[in-house]
């Protein structure tokens, strides 16, 4: 399998019969990957030298090269496949939908709406995602950097404040919210926190902080 190339960027294409897609250059050979508008626009542009996570899939007529930015959205595009329902396609339309973390965030919180307003999708398919991945997310989750604890990248002086707000991200990060959901809440409830070594605060703080971003 091929894990990732490195090379140059010589041809974006957002829209073409084949869909979404990007040509890699690498020791003079060029390599065709179909990918979604979000990533693409995530891409450098031509003539630029970058690294793309590949995921090879193999049919009965072609061998499809799906390309992406991030190493967590090729391993989440490989995990949507699994769910039978879910092809090439859809799986990079839901990765257009929402990035990785986001959408392990609306699995892990049975979001099946927000899942089923992907072209595509619909109810039924929704349900069957949450149904058979959610276990899987959590689990996949808590191995990757999508977890990740940052309390070790921010410094305290207080090792009880430290405490708190390790205990608070253990919270937020049960209950389905993305590592970025979690950290940008948390930063907002150091700032606003009148007891900064309250972790029950905050939580509130980092909740109702998330919740306004979301509406």
């Not at 709406?113 to 149904?131: H, R, S």
């Not at 959590?138 to 604890?149: A, G, K, Q």
Request: net charge negative.
């Amino acid at each position: 399998m091929i894990n990732y190339l490195k090379g140059t960027i010589v041809h974006k294409q957002e829209n073409s019969t084949y869909g979404c897609n990007f040509t890699v250059e690498v020791n003079n050979i060029g390599y065709f990957l179909l990918t979604n508008k979000r990533i693409l626009g995530e891409l450098p542009g031509e003539n630029t030298e970058t690294t793309v996570y590949t995921s090879l899939i193999h049919k009965e007529d072609a061998m499809i090269l799906c390309g992406f930015k991030a190493r967590e959205d090729r391993d989440l595009f490989n995990i949507l496949q699994g769910v039978s329902g879910i092809g090439t396609r859809v799986a990079l339309l839901l990765l257009e939908q929402f990035n990785a973390c986001e959408l392990v965030s609306v699995v892990v919180k049975e979001d099946d709406k927000a899942l089923a307003k992907t072209k595509g999708v619909g109810p039924k398919l929704a349900k069957k995602i949450i149904l058979e991945l959610k276990d899987k997310l959590v689990n996949w989750r808590d191995t990757t950097d999508l977890s990740t604890s940052t309390a070790h990248k921010i410094s305290f002086d207080d090792e009880k404040i430290k405490k708190s707000y390790t205990e608070a991200e253990t919270v937020l990060l049960s209950l389905g919210y993305c590592k970025e959901e979690v950290d940008g809440g948390l930063k907002k409830a150091l700032s606003k926190a009148t007891n900064s070594q309250d972790s029950e605060e905050l939580l509130r703080i980092a909740l109702q902080w998330i919740s306004a971003e979301e509406n």
